[in-house]
T-cell receptor
Framework: EAGVAQSPRYKIIEKRQSVAFWCNPISGHATLYWYQQILGQGPKLLIQFQNNGVVDDSQLPKDRFSAERLKGVDSTLKIQPAKLEDSAVYLC??????????????FGNGTRLTVT | QKEVEQNSGPLSVPEGAIASLNCTYSDRGSQSFFWYRQYSGKSPELIMFIYSNGDKEDGRFTAQLNKASQYVSLLIRDSQPSDSATYLCAVKRETSGSRLTFGEGTQLTVNP
């Protein structure tokens, strides 16, 4: 079973620039998550999709962050414009379903973003 | 109050000892509890999940849950240097669209 694919692995940009991350979940997984993990902290959920619908985006800074999951498969997360405090690892995860017991999240390798 | 709090680290134990990692949560509606391990520079990987009060054992790992006290722990017996990592506690409700909320993590070092 292929895992969650993310790209790029690393990205360095200047503040006020824009950046986009891509995620392809495990085949057949209905739920897709984007987490932000700042160094030394636990992952924080940015947005959760069930198929191609948004289930939870309450912690997404919508003035600068946007995400979409067209056709209910792969997803992109965009930051525009970036701030210094956006420097973090952006983790994509997927699960067969978001509501069942014992439905673990499978994480991708993440994208490490550095904003200078 | 943070939704999920873990004992502050770093935690250091000698090889062969028992490592005890603790977690408390604020949402009484939480129903599922997970422990993830994260090696430096890597993504979190699931170690165990528990949703009933009591103990659940899997090899050298034991998860303990006490919903009345809103407390969940992870014991690692016969700790190995390869167990050195950050351990993340995560909780969620089992309702449609529920969010998996992580704690800050506890860094464990097992000394040979």
């Amino acid at each position: 079973e292929a895992g969650v694919a993310q790209s790029p692995r690393y990205k360095i940009i200047e503040k006020r620039q824009s950046v986009a991350f891509w995620c392809n979940p495990i085949s057949g997984h209905a739920t897709l998550y984007w987490y932000q993990q700042i160094l030394g902290q636990g992952p924080k959920l940015l947005i959760q999709f069930q198929n191609n619908g948004v289930v939870d985006d309450s912690q997404l800074p919508k003035d600068r962050f946007s995400a979409e999951r067209l056709k209910g498969v792969d997803s992109t997360l965009k930051i525009q414009p970036a701030k210094l405090e956006d420097s973090a690892v952006y983790l994509c995860a997927s699960s067969p379903t978001g509501v069942r017991y014992n439905s673990p999240l499978h994480f991708g390798n993440g994208t490490r973003l550095t904003v200078t | 109050q943070k939704e999920v709090e873990q004992n502050s680290g770093p935690l250091s134990v000698p090889e062969g000892a028992i490592a005890s990692l603790n977690c408390t949560y604020s949402d009484r509606g939480s129903q599922s509890f997970f422990w993830y391990r994260q090696y430096s520079g890597k993504s979190p990987e699931l170690i165990m999940f528990i949703y009933s009060n009591g103990d659940k054992e899997d090899g050298r790992f034991t998860a303990q849950l006490n919903k009345a006290s809103q407390y969940v722990s992870l014991l690692i017996r016969d700790s190995q240097p390869s167990d050195s990592a950050t351990y993340l506690c995560a909780v969620k409700r089992e309702t449609s669209g529920s969010r998996l909320t992580f704690g800050e993590g506890t860094q464990l070092t097992v000394n040979p």
